[in-house]
């Protein structure tokens, strides 16, 4: 799981991800905003908005995985049919 949120996180831009990292670490909205240079409103907005994105992402990529598996079993019913 942690390598999966490390992908996600590759992905977005260096803003993105300390706002990420300092609220998982549970610092308070007012101290992201320091750390940030934004407001805490500001940050409470792009977290929902990250947050958001990873939900998306992480259904594409179970998805995709899902459509894999399906794709290998199919495969491998054909070849036990074939057999």
Sequence with gaps: ???????????????????????????????????TGLTAQDCRQRWGRLIRQIRTRRVRICDQTLQTLREGRAAARKRTKSS
């Excluded at 799981?1 to 308070?28: K, N």
């Design 1 to 35: 799981m942690r390598s999966e949120i490390e992908a996600m996180l590759s992905h977005l831009g260096e803003a993105d991800q300390s706002l990420l990292r300092l609220r998982l670490g549970g610092m308070p909205w007012d101290d992201v905003a320091a750390a």
